[in-house]
């Protein structure tokens, strides 16, 4: 049984940085993929980056350049160092977990992440 908890979210004035963390318990296999989500408030739940335990990572077009995930082993957390947020950024970010691969035409999909924590909330200002 897989479970995450995220942490990090906050309120950050436009132009600075955030950095969120997912642990994850449960996470027993060699191989899967992690992700981050988020959801404004009447959006779509979107895709923001994964990370495979290969060292693959997607990014959303919109987040290029300015967020990074890492994870440095199956122990350690998943990180999103979010840098030049923008009030676009603003939502609650939700971590994500598949258990072996996910497709590559998958890893920003919903639908690709049977597990799922609760969220942080972030504010950009």
């Known amino acids: 049984h897989v479970q995450l908890v995220e942490s990090g979210g906050g309120s950050v004035q436009a132009g600075g940085s955030l950095r969120l963390s997912c642990q994850a318990s449960?996470?027993?296999?060699?191989?899967?993929?992690m992700a981050w989500f988020r959801q404004a408030p009447g959006q779509p739940r979107e895709g923001v980056a994964s990370f495979c335990s290969d060292g693959t990572t997607t990014y959303a077009e919109r987040v290029k350049g300015r967020f990074i995930i890492s994870k440095d082993n199956t122990e350690n957390p998943l990180y999103l160092q979010m840098n030049s947020l923008e009030s676009e950024d603003a939502a609650m970010y939700y971590c994500a977990a598949q258990l072996g691969f996910v497709g590559a035409n998958y890893r920003l999909q919903t639908h690709g992440f049977p597990f799922w924590g609760q969220g942080t909330q972030v504010t950009v200002s």
């Open positions: 449960g996470l027993i296999f060699s191989r899967y993929c």
